[in-house]
């Protein structure tokens, strides 16, 4: 059984178009987070989410639209997208927002490639 | 700010080679960390953590790190590497934070 799933695993499109990937964890934590690994395999952060409340938001551009239906799900859509927002995007999951008490679960992630 | 640095960037050993990462990370307070793994073109998962007690850490596959607080530094460490050990390292910290702040890495490539 998949602990945190993402779809699509790949996505290739053009600049200025709009996308959406989505993230569902089954394994009934309260937290969620977006992370986006850079060509260099750089890690950060990008939102998290608890009890679908937004919690983090690090200085990410308004073109990210994080939402979450319910604890199980945190969808990212982008609009506009720009040649710099490739790279693969992960989505983790954790029981609770406590970062440093709790191991955090990836889901295998999203390589977007914008051209 | 806090941050992670990992020097190594880039391994390459024979199998049964021993190994040593380096993590270094700047906070002087109570930190929490952590090691992930992430092997070729799979997710990221937990090797090991500290949170507190014993400074020296053991995970899973044979891994363990130690934590020097008067260093700041947890460098993960394996005796004997093996091939399927091939695999991109992260050092994470938590200092009292909602976030894990991320190091750069270290791609660890090990040939028979």
């Known amino acids: 059984d998949t602990a945190v799933s993402q779809t699509p695993k790949y996505l290739v499109t053009q600049m200025g178009n709009d996308k959406s990937i989505k993230c569902e964890q089954n394994?009934?934590?309260?937290?969620m987070y977006w992370y986006k690994q850079d060509s260099k395999k750089f890690l950060k952060i990008m939102f998290s989410y608890n009890n679908k409340e937004l919690i983090i938001n690090e200085t990410v551009p308004n073109r990210f639209s994080p939402k979450s239906p319910d604890k199980a799900h945190l969808n990212l859509h982008i609009n506009s997208l720009e040649l710099g927002d490739s790279a693969v995007y992960f989505c983790a999951s954790s029981p609770d927002l406590k970062a440093g008490v709790y191991e955090q679960y990836f889901g295998p992630g999203t390589r977007l490639t914008v051209t | 700010a806090q941050s992670v640095s990992q020097h190594n960037h880039h391994v390459i050993l024979s199998e049964a080679a021993s190994l040593e990462l380096g993590c270094n990370y700047s906070?002087?307070?109570?930190?929490?960390l952590f090691w992930y793994v992430q092997y070729p073109g799979q997710h990221l998962q937990l090797l090991l953590k500290y949170f507190s007690g014993d400074p020296l850490v053991k995970g899973i596959k044979g891994f363990e790190a130690e934590f020097i607080k008067s260093k700041f530094s947890f460098n993960l460490r394996k005796p004997s590497v093996q091939w399927s050990d091939t695999a991109e390292y992260f050092c994470?910290?938590?200092?009292?934070?909602?976030?894990?702040?991320f190091g750069t890495g270290t791609r660890l490539q090990v040939f028979p």
């Open positions: 906070y002087g307070g109570t930190v929490n």
């Open positions: 994470a910290v938590n200092a009292n934070t909602d976030k894990l702040i």
């Open positions: 394994l009934g934590h309260d937290t």
